[in-house]
């Protein structure tokens, strides 16, 4: 593994820009009061040998004088101030991207660790095959306050073979992090970082840019360390219902922009259809409890998508939801769900009756099926 791995101070390194020829790789850093984790990430990227790079540095607004940091100790870096703080990674990405001189871009967050020898093999791979996108393996761990790894918190990742990209996705496979892929900025110029799903922007922005129908290869070496920590959303995410419902909303809204591109591209076969429709039932249970209108129509969608859709163990990862599931005969999924409205309606009349009479005043209890999907419990 590369020497990036483990974080570590690197004041002798220095970036410099060696001539005015435009640089191959163009490293897009956005950040915000992000401390000592940026002065490791910084580090790391100021390893890079044998590769014309710029590094982009996108400030968000910062008050901890992170851009007089930089401006002291590595006057090499290329520095730009937002003019306020927009509150999300993906307008620095948006303004990185515009200033970039690069062949390539690389997008990196202010917390991450790059590895240099990784980033040198994508660079290699492109100009080997001209390649619009270069996936690479990647990294998450778990670390402390002061940014030294926990112990046996360290995973490894490697891309979905690009022959069959499309599917992988729609199957939920792990795709390219943020900074696992490298981008040829003409590609990708027009393009826009989402902030609307800031909370997983790096997928959405993947995804599209995964079926613009470019020339997609990958490598084998590790590209880079995503690090969670406190202060991260997927570092805090664990138990926390807002945050697993805003993860939930934001992988919905980018697998509907994945549909329609589909679309629009001809692309949306009968097993990719298929495909989705599964991807929308893992979404079913954060929808009643939280939105039952959106979960309704996203009942109807998978209904149009698969109307066989059918409940095993591959979509139903809670063994006693699935096994109630099969217990009331809802396995033909859109049977069962029917039957369930039908019995709920036929509940909420009576109850209208009795209310109506004066006899007895009910609470109406939850609908069956908003019982089984949605559990007293997030995952």
């Avoid at 998978?302 to 217990?327: H, K, Y």
Wanted: net charge positive.
């Amino acid at each position: 593994m590369d020497e990036c791995m483990t974080p570590e101070r690197d004041e002798k390194s220095e970036h410099t820009v060696a001539d005015s020829s435009p640089p191959f790789v163009s490293i897009i850093i956005p950040t915000y009061n992000s401390g000592f984790l940026f002065e490791q990430t910084l580090a790391s990227c100021l390893k890079i040998k044998d590769i014309g790079v710029e590094i982009l540095v996108v400030d968000d607004g910062s008050t901890d004088g992170t851009p007089e940091w930089i401006l002291q100790h590595h006057p090499g870096v290329r520095l730009h101030r937002l003019s306020s703080h927009s509150g999300s990674g993906a307008a620095g990405r948006n303004q990185g991207l515009a200033l970039a001189r690069g062949r390539y871009v690389k997008f990196l967050d202010h917390d991450d660790l790059l590895q240099p020898r990784g980033l040198q093999e994508e660079c290699r791979e492109a100009m080997r095959s001209d390649a619009d996108i270069v996936m690479s393996r990647w990294a998450e761990v778990a670390i402390q306050d002061d940014g030294r790894f926990r112990k046996r918190t360290l995973r490894q990742f490697a891309p979905p073979d690009p022959a069959r990209l499309i599917d992988a996705i729609l199957n939920g496979e792990p795709t390219p992090y943020i900074a696992a892929a490298l981008y040829k900025r003409s590609y990708v110029l027009d393009e826009r970082w989402d902030a609307s799903v800031a909370i997983i922007d790096d997928f959405d922005w993947f995804c599209r840019m995964a079926l613009k129908g470019g020339r997609i290869t990958s490598v084998g070496s590790l590209a880079y360390v995503w690090r969670l920590h406190p202060h991260s959303i997927q570092g805090r995410s664990h138990g926390q219902a807002q945050i697993y419902k805003e993860l939930t909303f934001a992988r919905f809204k980018v697998y509907q922009k994945l549909e329609q591109l589909l679309l629009a591209q001809g692309l949306l076969t009968d097993a990719r259809k298929r495909q989705l429709a599964r991807r929308y039932y893992e979404y079913l249970r954060c929808y009643a409890r939280y939105d039952f209108g959106q979960y309704r129509q996203l009942v109807a969608r998978m209904r149009r998508l698969d109307p066989g859709f059918t409940v095993d163990a591959g979509c139903e990862p809670d063994p006693s939801a699935l096994w109630l599931i099969r217990r009331l005969g809802l396995t033909p999924f859109f049977g069962g769900y029917a039957a369930l409205q039908r019995s709920g309606d036929a509940v909420k009349v009576l109850a209208n009756r009795l209310r109506s009479s004066r006899r007895l005043r009910l609470v109406m209890p939850l609908r069956l099926s908003r019982r089984l999907f949605a559990p007293d419990r997030h995952p």
